[in-house]
């Protein structure tokens, strides 16, 4: 408190009720090709459906990396998406002229808002072959109130127009009341869906905007902001706005001008010249995960190599999981999971062959106890295609480790009977034999089993870790993940204190309630802490630093069960066999 000069009372507060916070353990992330939606941007998706809303169903081409993320959404709620684009991707556009031309590539809202637009009046918000089913047109006041029945073609979209909207666009309310005198500053939007590769429906109006506004500075009721490309930029799900000369020279302008007619009655046509691109490199894949390799910006606990295992050179996939794997390893506070290469499980000969390869994959993929590696692919039913597909398990074993997550805790094992059943499945790629499973574990791959009445199970919990160490089992490695990132949050409350007693025993008690927590919450069997003179000397102190040693005694799964059965003659008593 600060001296007082004169007499009086101050009246001050000290927050003294610093807790370990709860800090989530259950957020995937991967990256994946699809055929719509923003490009290298993470976007948080809860559901299978809000994956097929805005990134597409699966295809041919893209399924071995949708399919990752929806098994993942069968088990969690929570996935940070990024869509990988290659460099020859387009958005399909609508010229002034209505023809395609050469178009851009826009991968999302920021490279947009960067971006030198060609003449294009509208170009489909995201790349792909999707954009080419669009079609979008803009109607004015002049527009609405024209006379187009020598124009069949313009007459349809008019009528559509009316349909679609209740009344005509006039002078918006805010224009008026600036002074912009019967300057018709408003317009309609709209957009349909020509071919019906989005809606399902050829030629339906999937969105529309109403009465939006010429006018760069005009505002709704509500104070948002009412300009048609701002409009288009924040609110719709398929367009930007391209060149504003385009929708005639007084757009863009100040509400207080007064406004003319667009260039013709109505303005668009359908979109042209998008490209999904080619399919996707280890670069460009490597590319998206860049997303995730801020530990401090980005919040991501459960990192999924995705489909890439299934890349054409099988050196570029295992580049590709090594590089998730590395992401892992360098944020130290999530788990990667990463699958052999397709080549490796699929439809290779026999099961030596499929050891030998699967051997060479983890040799690629590397030793860490961040890391986590399944053993097979999975054969299952797709529903969009009503097709069967082999795709990799990692979505599903990150999946296991979020269901855990939310039936236990994350210091629970995901394998075996009670939390470790595979869903969605017809069988793996392959069938390992007890020799193989066991040999498999040695090279720390976790296998699969299959139990009659009981499903298929991920058999095994290691980390992809090779040297004997508590870190080599799933269950050890995101328990002190989750001490480690939960006691460092709460240790920020002390930076800039003073290392005196105090302070240190404030820690102390900080952490010991959390730790006591977590060991009848099973995670633990014992712990200690110590932050004291012992191990803040002096020239701790003196170097501005602060140490606290937390020493835990992990819970252990249990891998082998070993049971005797003796058998014993009647008349002899069980004591005398030292039962």
């Known amino acids: 408190m600060p001296f007082q000069i004169s007499p009086g009372v101050t009246i001050t507060e000290k927050d003294l009720t610093t807790v370990v916070p709860s800090v989530s353990t259950t957020i995937g992330g991967i990256v994946g090709e699809f055929g719509w939606g ?18 597409g169903e699966p295809t041919l081409d893209n399924a071995k990396y949708f399919w990752p993320a929806a098994n993942y959404l069968g088990y969690g709620d929570n996935l940070l998406v990024v869509r990988g684009i290659a460099v020859d991707a387009r958005n399909a556009a609508v010229k002034a002229d209505a023809t395609a031309g050469e178009v851009d590539l826009i ?22 072959l999707l954009g080419n089913s669009l079609e979008v047109y803009a109607i004015d006041n002049a527009g609405w109130n024209a006379d187009l029945s020598g124009d069949a073609t313009a007459l349809a979209i008019q009528n559509k127009f009316k349909a679609a909207f209740i009344s005509e666009p006039k002078t918006s309310a805010d224009a008026e009341a600036s002074a912009g005198e019967n300057g018709l500053d408003e ?47 924040n609110e719709s799900q398929y367009v930007y706005a391209g060149k504003l000369a385009q929708f005639g020279a007084d757009v863009g302008q100040p509400k207080t001008t007064t406004f003319g007619a667009l260039t013709s009655n109505i303005i668009g046509g359908q979109l042209q010249g998008g490209l999904d691109g080619s399919a996707l490199t280890g670069t460009e894949l490597m590319a998206g995960y ?23 050179v099988k050196a570029d996939a295992n580049a590709v999981g090594a590089y998730v794997r590395n992401i892992a390893d360098t944020r130290k506070d999530c788990v990667a999971f990463v699958s ?18 699967i051997k060479l994959d983890k040799e690629a993929l590397g030793s860490s106890s961040y890391g986590v590696m399944d053993s097979a692919w999975k054969y299952q039913y797709d529903r969009y295609r009503d097709v069967f597909v082999n795709v990799p398990m990692n979505g599903d074993i990150a999946g296991l480790c979020a269901r855990t997550d939310f039936t236990n805790d994350p210091w629970y094992s995901p394998a075996g009977v009670s ?32 139990r009659v009445g009981e499903g298929i199970q991920l058999f095994g919990d290691k980390t992809m870790l090779l040297r004997p160490s508590a870190f080599d089992r799933i269950n050890v490695r ?8 939960s ?93």
């Not at 020509?194 to 809606?199: E, H, L, Q, R, S």
């Not at 969605?424 to 066991?438: G, L, P, Q």
């Open 187 to 233: 317009m309609h939007i709209m957009i349909i869906d020509k071919t019906g590769m989005i809606a399902k429906v050829a030629n339906d109006v999937i969105e529309t905007h109403a009465f939006v506004s010429k006018a760069f500075d005009a505002r709704r009721q509500d104070g948002s902001n009412n300009y048609v490309v701002n409009v288009l930029r």
């Open 487 to 579: 006691i460092a949050i709460a240790a920020r409350n002390l930076l800039f204190e003073f290392n005196d007693e105090f302070t240190r025993s404030q820690f102390v008690n900080i952490v010991a309630p959390f730790l006591r927590e977590v060991q009848g919450r099973r995670g633990i069997t014992d712990f200690k802490v110590v932050c004291d003179s012992t191990n803040n000397t002096g020239q701790v102190i003196d170097t501005n630093r602060f140490v606290g040693d937390i020493y835990v005694k992990p819970t252990r799964s249990i891998n082998y069960i070993q049971l005797n059965f003796v058998a014993s003659r009647t008349d002899v008593s069980f004591t005398e066999l030292g039962a």
């Open 478 to 485: 995101r328990l002190f993940i989750i001490l480690e990132k």
């Open 340 to 357: 052999p290469h397709h080549d490796s499980c699929v439809a290779v000969a026999d099961n030596t062959a499929i050891m030998t390869e």
């Open 38 to 55: 923003p490009c290298n941007e993470k976007v948080r998706i809860t559901s299978e459906n809000e994956l097929v809303a805005l990134f």
């Open 107 to 128: 991968e999302n809202g920021d490279d947009y808002d960067g971006s030198t637009l060609t003449d294009a009046l509208f170009f489909a918000k995201y790349p792909g």
């Open 290 to 312: 860049d997303q995730f390799d801020n530990a401090e910006t980005v919040d991501v606990t459960l990192l999924m190599q995705g489909g890439s295992a299934g890349l054409a």
């Open 419 to 450: 939390r470790g059943t595979i869903k969605n499945i017809v069988k793996t790629s392959w069938h390992a034999r007890k020799a193989d499973r066991d040999e498999l574990y040695k090279l720390s791959i976790n296998p699969f089993a299959t």
